[in-house]
């Protein structure tokens, strides 16, 4: 028994030893970076304070590494590097830019990436321009990642590629003979095989997908959907397992699959909600809307976030329910995106004709507007303060990877006297099941039905389930996320890896039916 002790703490010390010596590589497609002209003019880059910069930069300076990213500017590149040095040297570790051309970000990532990727895993084939043009700039711009990250890189360092712009670069690195470790982490669903079977070069992308040595998904639906495509797809692919953490097999290389719900920064979130700004901008709020229930829409501008079948369900509410007119007003805060592309300005008016429309035909004497509509990005003393001020939250994409909102927002219910409504199709419903309303965001009297129901909830049903939820991020906040995904591509024993909280988002549906 001791010699077992003894034999499983070696065993770990040489993992963690392993851990603390392997440098980290973390590669996306944007560096995290805002860029701005000082007064000198003299270029400069503040970090971005998203929670998986705030969740990798501890490891990257413990361990030491380099993020690789393009810049998100054309011009100087010279100039920006320099930026990039300083910002460097007062984080504690380095950034490498990649250099796109004007036509590489038309075809790479506005053709490829937003135009057939983003659309076909969010499950819109219909919305997809399969041009073939797209294609090759997609592998070529890949092959570039990959050279700048042969530059950067040392063997023995962890390899961590993010997202959907990058699923190349593995197959890119080996073909350099890189031989480190390549971990990939996609923030997006992957799409079910009679979807993805659609795309003219799926085998490609997903033997790409395949070089890689750890897969990591956010839910296990999105994980299952992989292992499916990859088993029609790929004639010697055989996988193990049907759990969080499965281990594939193509030939003698074998490969980790596994899902990893990202999170956010709990207590960061907790203590800028309880900040007295935060406070102060919240009660303006509910003085500006008095005597309302206040519902919470907040949504990039994008097609698959659901906003405007959300705003029938908001009409249909006030149709069925008129006793709730006066008494509730939905905010619904757009925030600007891909602001050049046609799609995004036609679906920006339709939100807006909607909004126009339900404000006309349902609005009361006495000043009471049913949709407080704000096209704008907030600060992030403002959106703290819409988490605090309302009452209800209404997240209904069509499709998302994960939803960090919803998270947000929990966090931020400092009171636990708030509803979160989530659609069943977002990642962060297997989590949240417990404590949200899981609508279907596709069934409008239903997702009117269940504002009712938060309307009509009692406070201790409401606390509880808040609790639920809140506990639950919690304990699997990001930090822990970056670790699990860390740990998974290193552990010796996977069976006792530690398994995600949550329900398989096949069960979702289930657990909604009952209760
Ligand atoms: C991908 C996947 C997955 C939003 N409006 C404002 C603002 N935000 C912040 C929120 C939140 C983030 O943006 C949006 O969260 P998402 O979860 O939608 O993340 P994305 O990066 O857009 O998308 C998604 C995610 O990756 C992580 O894996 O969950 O499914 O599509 O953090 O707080 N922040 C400020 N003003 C705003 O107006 N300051």
């Known amino acids: 028994m001791v010699q077992v002790e003894l034999r499983d703490q070696l065993k770990g010390e040489s993992r963690n030893a392993r851990r603390r010596e392997q440098r980290l590589v973390v590669v996306s497609n944007r560096l995290p970076f805002q860029f701005r002209l000082d007064a000198e003019g003299v270029w400069r880059a503040d970090p971005s304070g998203g929670g998986l910069v705030t969740a990798l930069l501890p490891v990257l300076r413990n361990r030491g590494g380099v993020w690789i990213g393009w810049p998100g500017a054309t011009g100087n590149l010279q100039e920006l590097e320099k930026a990039l040095d300083e910002s460097g040297k007062r984080a504690g570790y380095s950034f490498s830019a990649v250099e796109l051309t004007a036509e590489e970000i038309h075809d790479f990532y506005l053709g490829f990436s937003n135009e057939i990727i983003w659309p076909l895993f969010h499950d819109m084939q219909a919305l997809c321009n399969f041009e073939p043009r797209f294609w090759r700039n997609y592998c070529e711009v890949n092959r570039k990642y990959a050279a700048v990250i042969r530059r950067q890189s040392q063997s023995g360092d962890f390899i961590w590629v993010h997202d959907y712009h990058l699923m190349n670069v593995a197959v890119e690195l080996r073909k350099l003979g890189i031989d480190s470790q390549l971990g990939f982490f996609l923030h997006i669903p ?108 907040i949504d990039r501008l994008d097609y698959t976030k659901g906003i405007p079948l959300r705003l029938k369900a908001f009409a249909d509410l006030l149709t069925r329910y008129p006793d709730l007119c006066q008494k509730v007003t939905l905010m619904q805060v757009v925030v600007p995106s891909r602001e050049d592309i046609p799609e995004y300005q036609q679906l920006r008016l339709q939100i807006e004709q909607l909004v126009g429309h339900i404000n006309s035909t349902l609005v009361r004497p006495g000043g009471w507007v049913p949709v407080w509509y704000e096209y704008r990005s907030l600060s992030r003393t403002e959106l703290l303060a819409y988490y605090r001020a309302a009452d209800i939250a209404l997240i209904t994409p069509l499709k998302d990877g994960m939803n960090l909102v919803a998270k947000e927002y929990c966090t931020c219910s400092i009171e636990e006297d708030c509803v979160l409504i989530l659609s069943e199709f977002a990642g962060a419903a297997s989590q949240l099941a417990r404590g949200a309303l899981l609508v279907n965001p596709h069934d409008i009297e239903a997702v009117a039905d269940a504002i009712h129901t938060a309307f009509a909830m009692p406070p201790e049903e409401r606390r509880a389930r808040m609790r639920r939820m809140r506990t639950s991020i919690r304990e699997n906040d990001v930090f822990r996320w970056v670790d699990n995904f860390l740990r998974a591509a290193i552990a010796t024993d996977l069976s006792a890896f530690p398994q995600p909280e949550g329900l398989p988002l096949e069960a979702v549906s289930e657990f909604h039916d009952v209760h």
């Open 190 to 297: 992957f799409p079910a095989p009679d979807i993805f079977l659609t795309l003219p070069w799926r085998e490609s992308l997903l033997r790409a997908l395949l070089e890689y040595d750890l897969i990591g998904f956010q839910t296990l639906r999105d994980q299952r959907n992989f292992v499916r495509c990859a088993r029609m797809l790929v004639h010697d692919f055989e996988a193990e397992g049907r759990g969080q953490m499965q281990v594939a097999r193509i030939g003698q290389r074998e490969i980790r699959i596994g899902s990893f719900p990202i999170s956010i920064d709990y207590r960061a979130f907790l203590q800028g909600a309880e900040a007295p700004a935060v406070a102060q901008k919240a009660g303006e709020l509910h003085q500006l809307l008095p005597d309302s229930t206040l519902i919470l829409g």
